[in-house]
């Protein structure tokens, strides 16, 4: 279908004055249209739309894989936004599976098209090592084989500059569009690279709200296999707009061991259920320390999330032990380093501390992966298929 299609298409629902943009590209189409006077009628609207594209579609047999309406005020602010994922005749011979819900059927907010996963990373307490879980998940899954992107999400105190060591780059905007950086094999973003770093970020609300939509919206991230979005401490503005914007696969919740960081990350995860987030697993962060001496410390209580974790019955993704190495690799930018042998002149003890760090990331890795099948056949986005050889 081409553009004048698509409007002709429209013209029972939105005369061609209320439309403000009409785009297909590759089977997508994008809509944006004034919106209807009452808020009540929006979802109905977007759908009239999307079907009023989709039936035309069907009739000159035109393929379309997505349309994404987004409805705009009188000031052209987006007010609302639904992806359509018209649903396809179901295939001889297909029979539904009981118990998994029909995407089709739904409307859903998604900015983010060509991301597969989208994955936060969150956790009530400050401190406890979101930003790091948010790179090293980022940066394994993409040394995996995988497309993989990591969004700052902390737009009041981003570490990712730091944590992926993007000082010395500029960002680049091309067709308007940022583009994200590309380092340690990830594609990252960050409103750290946009502002002056040493200058305090106070949003309000509203503000918080449009700053990371622009963040999400405005970033070319491609087709992703993964996205991870790491997010401030608390359960503030930042991760309802998340919600809103981006159709999320799940959640990992990180924590340390104790009691206090506990109750934050249990806060965070009703948070999250709330907005109907499914948590895909918890993280126990700092769990256990490896001394130079190459011994197991037990400092904060190890076990503590994992046993958390089983209260709330959400899945246990692995715990990472605190070493000397994570938190130089982390403040050097290099997270690549996690994952690799040290030198060879490492001596004996500072070997055993990185093989249990790479160890203990890449088996949270192959936890996440697990869970992220699970998660998407559970939300119809997978079926499960079984081959006969
Ligand atoms: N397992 C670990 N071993 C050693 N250092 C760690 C570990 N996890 C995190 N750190 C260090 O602890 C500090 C805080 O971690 P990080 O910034 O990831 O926490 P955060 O939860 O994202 O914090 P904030 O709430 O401020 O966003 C960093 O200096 C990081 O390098
Ligand atoms: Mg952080």
Request: aromatic letters at 4%; hydrophobic letters at 45%.
């Amino acid at each position: 279908m081409n553009k004048d299609q698509v409007i002709q298409a429209l013209a029972p629902v939105a005369p061609p004055a209320a439309i403000r943009n009409a785009a297909v590209r590759e089977g997508t189409v994008s809509l944006r249209l004034d919106a209807p006077t009452d808020r009540g009628d929006y979802d109905r609207f977007a759908m009239a739309a999307a079907r009023a594209v989709a039936n035309a579609a069907a009739r000159a047999e035109q393929r379309i894989d997505s349309i994404t309406v987004e409805l705009a005020d009188a000031d052209a602010r987006v007010v609302h936004g639904v992806t359509f994922p018209p649903a396809r005749p179901p295939e001889p011979g297909h029979r539904p599976i009981q118990g998994l819900r029909n995407q089709s059927a739904q409307l859903q907010t998604n900015s983010l098209p060509g991301v597969r996963h989208a994955i936060a990373v969150g956790a009530g307490k400050g401190g406890v090592g979101k930003s790091t879980i948010a790179v090293n998940l980022a940066v394994g899954l993409a040394r995996r084989g995988h497309a993989a992107g990591l969004m700052d999400g902390d737009i009041y105190g981003p570490s990712i500059p730091t944590m992926l060591g993007l000082e010395p780059l500029e960002p680049v905007v091309l067709r308007g569009m940022l583009q994200p950086f590309y380092v340690h094999g990830v594609k990252a973003m960050t409103i750290g690279k946009l502002v002056d770093p040493e200058k305090p970020l106070i949003w309000r609300g509203p503000m918080a709200h449009g700053a990371f939509k622009q963040l999400v919206e405005q970033t070319e991230w491609g087709n992703l296999d993964h996205l991870v979005i790491d997010l401030p401490p608390g359960t503030g503005d930042v991760p309802l707009t998340l919600a809103q914007l981006v159709r999320l696969t799940g959640a990992v919740i990180v924590c340390t061991p104790q009691r206090v960081a506990q109750d934050d990350a249990v806060r965070a995860a009703r948070m999250f259920q709330q907005l109907g987030v499914e948590i895909l697993g918890v993280v126990e962060n700092m769990s256990y320390f490896v001394g130079d001496d190459g011994k197991e410390y037990d400092l904060f209580g190890r076990g503590g999330a994992e046993k958390m974790a089983a209260r709330l019955a959400v899945p246990f993704l692995g715990a990472v032990p605190i070493t000397m190495a994570l938190r130089e690799n982390s403040d050097a930018g290099n997270p690549t380093a996690n994952f690799e042998d040290p030198e060879r002149r490492a001596s004996e003890h500072v070997r055993r501390a990185a093989d249990a760090l790479a160890g203990a990331l890449e088996n949270l890795v192959s936890n996440l992966q697990s869970q992220l099948s699970l998660a998407a056949v559970r939300q119809g986005a997978t079926r499960p298929t079984l081959k006969i050889t």
